[in-house]
């Protein structure tokens, strides 16, 4: 039987189990999070809260799937404030449960399968020239992250 890992319970910790991510190793691993900072600092700052600086901090909690409203409450109850005012309000942005669960399963198949998530695009963007809807831009973003 594998052995649990406890992690400290801190809001980073509780996200990252939230969004189906067992330990920081595989977490760092199947996001983004390791295109733009070094695994240690990723350990340091989910697991002992250590200061990074800003960006980075804000690039970790973008891949524990954080909202950005969240992201600003993270940012003010760990002491940043000098990218907080950038971050714009979506108070008033609300998702449908369908919207959600679509977030949701995109989410998980992006952490275990990304070559899924390319295919899927590429329908996607098949069956946007079909109906004849625009969606270059949408497809041309979520294409950048994989």
């Not at 005012?85 to 959600?100: V, Y």
Request: glycine share 4%; proline share 3%; net charge neutral.
């Amino acid at each position: 039987m594998k052995k649990k890992i406890i992690y400290p319970d801190n809001m980073l910790t509780r996200k990252m189990n939230q969004q189906g991510w067992e330990t920081v190793e595989q977490f760092y691993h199947n996001s983004s999070v390791h295109q733009v900072v070094s695994r240690e600092t990723c350990r340091q700052l989910i697991l002992h809260q250590k200061k990074v600086v800003e960006p980075i901090f804000i690039k970790i909690a973008e891949a524990l799937g954080f909202t950005p409203n969240e992201i600003k409450d993270v940012l003010h109850e760990y002491g940043y404030t000098d990218f907080v005012h950038l971050i714009g309000d979506h108070q008033g942005m609300q998702l449908t449960n369908e919207e959600e669960a679509f977030l949701s399963l995109f989410r998980k198949l992006q952490r275990s399968r990304p070559a899924v998530v390319t295919s899927l695009l590429n329908i996607l963007e098949a069956l946007c020239c079909v109906a004849e809807i625009e969606c270059s831009e949408e497809v041309g973003t979520l294409k950048k992250r994989q």
